[in-house]
């Protein structure tokens, strides 16, 4: 840490407890009123009104607020607006009753990124030697099309020239008051499929005369877990799950066809590229053995988010001084569309922790996931703590290249 920026750390955290009290009313307004994927308008419009911007216009459905110089390059600090389509399970007085909710914290990461963007602007206003600060309020992150992927096709993105980008979210496998701001790799790729095994149908009571789609079925779900345990490289994550199986209307005829659906989630683009003409061929050759055809439909998701090396340590140095408690590095199958951002900018996922004990609290997306109030100042000081630490990175390289898509 260089001493002006130290110091500036210590004003903005300063800043932002006075900030803390009214951060938590607004994390109670918008976990009352939730919107899910491409609802959220009425979200947006209550956040920016709060970051002083109500005229603030609308972008891919969200919102870009810059505080500080005009131009330049920048910094930006990033939450999400959507809820999820999940009818509430806890009894708290600002429960969500309209049958979404914000089951994934999104209600504490807008209200602490209120707050900390507030208190940085407080510091960094008219202090030319200070990096702006971009607000980046995105839509549709829990649903497609992705709202990240949307805004950084955006000219208004563009025209921001961002250089870095941190975004925190809060997980209830971490123990309450530690993070993880790991290096690499930290949430995979997250594709979806859809196979369809088309037989002959006919009678229950004479399968000879047929070509059973699924029984074939039942047999791609198998040979479909093989890719995994005998054919993917153990030490490198990868996942495949059917979640869905339809075909058939009654008990005594077999069907026409079947259909799969599931999602194959891995860390490398290697790795995913194999994954996806393996899924195709094995479900072609597994439907034949049994006389059926197969069709393989792959949908594109989220790349893996990659948090950039260098950022993550400098973050988690800074992050210490907040207080907080440095976690083993936490990596997971999930998917956040913040990989977007990580693929054009340097960018640092930041996991929180909201557990006393991992393990007991509900797990995210639950109807009875509720992290403390309490937490939203936590949030609010790790992005108070990575925009500096943004800041003294990128001071330490000479010429930040935003990388092109």
């Known amino acids: 840490m260089t001493g002006s920026t130290d110091s500036r750390l210590s004003q ?5 407890a006075d900030r803390i009290p009214e951060a938590i009313n607004l994390r109670h307004a918008i976990h009352q009123q939730p919107f899910v994927g491409g609802e959220e308008g009425p979200t947006a419009e209550l956040v920016a009104g709060a970051l002083g ?6 972008v891919a459905g969200g919102r870009l607020i810059r505080f500080g ?21 806890t009894s708290v007085a600002w429960a969500s009753g309209n049958g979404a909710m914000h089951a994934c914290g999104h209600d504490v990461h807008l209200a602490a990124l209120v707050a900390a963007s507030l208190a940085i602007a407080e510091v960094i206003e008219g202090a030319k030697d200070a990096t702006p600060l971009v607000v980046v309020l995105q839509p549709r992150e829990e649903c497609l099309p992705s709202g990240a992927l949307d805004i950084v096709h955006s000219a208004e993105f563009k025209e921001q020239d961002i250089h870095a ?36 149908g006919g009678h229950g009571a004479y399968p000879h005369t047929t070509s059973d789609p699924v029984v074939a079925a039942a047999h791609v779900v198998q040979a479909l877990q093989y890719l995994v345990s005998r054919q993917s490289d153990p030490m490198s994550p990868t996942v495949i799950t059917i979640g869905s199986i339809h075909g058939g209307d009654a008990p005594n005829a077999i069907p026409e066809a079947v259909e799969l659906t599931g999602t194959v989630r891995t860390f490398r683009q290697d790795d995913r590229r194999e994954l996806h003409a393996a899924i195709e061929r094995t479900a072609i050759a597994t439907a ?11 949908g594109l998701g989220e790349p893996a988010l990659v948090n950039d090396e260098g950022l993550a340590e400098e973050l988690s140095r800074w992050i210490t001084a907040t207080g907080l408690t440095q976690a083993p590095h936490l990596r997971s199958c999930g998917a956040d569309d913040f990989a977007y951002f990580t693929e054009l900018v340097p960018g640092v996922m930041v996991f929180y922790g909201v ?20 937490h939203v100042g936590g949030v609010a000081a790790t992005m108070v703590a990575g925009y500096f630490a943004a800041q003294q990175y990128l001071s330490g390289i000479d010429s930040p290249a935003v990388r092109t898509r």
């Open 288 to 298: 034949s053995i049994h006389g059926c055809q197969a069709e393989t439909v792959i």
């Open 69 to 89: 110089q005009p131009t330049g390059g920048a910094i930006a600090l990033r939450a999400e607006l959507d809820a999820l389509p999940i009818a509430e399970e």
């Open 355 to 374: 557990s006393e004990t991992p393990g007991t609290h509900p797990g995210l997306h639950s109807a009875r996931f509720l992290p403390d109030d309490r």
């Open 53 to 58: 911007r109500p005229e603030a216009a609308s």
């Open 12 to 16: 903005a955290l300063a800043a932002l």
């Open 165 to 200: 980008i941190i975004g925190v979210h809060v997980q209830p496998a971490l123990t309450a008051g530690t993070f993880s701001a790991a290096p690499g790799a930290v949430n995979a790729s997250a594709d979806e499929f859809r196979v369809r095994i088309v037989g002959k």
